[in-house]
């Protein structure tokens, strides 16, 4: 018995190790065929709809993955928002299959419904629904490229698309990025007139597509930038990194947010407490232990700040102590952070951005505090129940209760 046992997880390791290496001779073999410009055979089926309309001059592609094969209505009401913002909608899913009754409902909203084998991300959702689309229609003059991690509208969307008619960038993102080097983020990008569509479609066509997630940021969304930068184009981000981090520098609410996302800013303020022979005044058991400016003994304050980060005193330290806040500010200006992660409440709340990313509810990779109040924010702007995005998140892959 044990050697039969023995035996077949023998059979089942050998197995997997097949089966590893056959999606990585798959993935080399997707590489190649992009590098002679061959597509294999990414493109399932190309579903014409009823919801094309010939007198729109604008087009999106919207990359979709679902798990569990649905087009949610949560993203069924995005799909409505921006077909009556203009938009032709090219639904592009790279999900094996699409429960019928969502096919069905989908169909009347989009122009083209186009299924592909998943690989390559969303740039490979766009650079397959634009190779598509070339040859069935003319260049429109606004391509809006955009995926399913947007989640909402939160608020109203006519404000926001005022705001992008009224610019005059040639390629137009929501936020910017400067991690590693500026950046549009690519989950929602608008290339206009004829020098943007051309500069898209060049990108597009050249686009060598990977899976890695590393390759996307690289290769993808900062590599789409530098090429607009190079031919010349203006581009420009409707809700800028500059302004979100001015409005989070001064608003204690928002700068104590991030404070408790980074508790080392705290660790930092109580060792830089006892270098500069500051004090953590934690005599009053029924209050906010403080920093003050008034020097100690160095004895007595070496076992303060001793005692402090044994019993982790340092996170009673409160805003509204100088010193946390300045090294808070310090920090903010120094980060290169995720925009939509760390400033969400600031997007919403303050500047009225209508969305709120899926990665975040879902996984929150960066440890946000206080994301539990995002559905108090929702609830309280009132354009969307939380149920349906709590409903659209249950068919998504999570590892966290949002």
Known sequence: MQATSSFSAAITRRLRKW????????????????????????????????????????????AHYNPNYRITPLILEILRTYSEQGF?????????????PDLETAKAICALIIRRRSYGRDFGAWKDGWRILRRKCKPPLELLLTNDTLLGPVCPVAPMFDRLRNCDADVVGLTDSWDRSYHL???????????????????????LLRNSREWVITRGEIAMTRMALRHGLK???????????????????????????????????????????????????????????????????????????????????????ELTERFARENLVAATLNPTHYFWKALITRFRFPFIKADLLALNPSGIAQLEDWKSVVTKEGILD?????????TIDVRRVP
């Open 386 to 394: 939380v149920d349906i995005i709590r409903g659209h998140l249950k």
């Open 88 to 100: 032709n909608v090219v639904f592009v899913t790279s999900s094996k299959r699409i429960a019928p």
């Open 185 to 207: 983020q690519s989950f929602f990008l608008v290339f206009r007139q004829p020098k943007g569509i051309q500069v898209a479609d060049r990108y597009l066509r050249k686009l």
């Open 235 to 321: 581009i420009d981000a409707l809700y800028r990194y500059e302004d979100l981090l001015s409005c989070t520098m001064q608003q204690p609410d928002l700068l104590a947010a991030y404070v408790a996302s980074n508790p080392g800013i705290l660790e930092f303020a109580v060792d830089q407490a006892k270098r500069f022979s500051f004090t953590i005044d934690d005599s009053a058991a029924s209050g906010p232990s403080m920093i003050k400016d008034a020097p100690v003994d160095t004895q007595k304050h070496e076992a303060v700040a001793e005692r402090s980060r044994s019993t982790h005193l340092f996170s009673r330290l409160r805003m509204g102590t």
């Open 19 to 62: 089966a590893l290496v056959f999606l990585k001779v798959l993935e080399v073999g997707d590489a190649v065929a992009e590098l002679i410009g061959l597509h294999g055979t990414r493109v399932k089926e190309i579903i014409p709809c009823a919801g094309f309309d010939q007198s729109k001059a604008r087009l999106v592609i919207y």
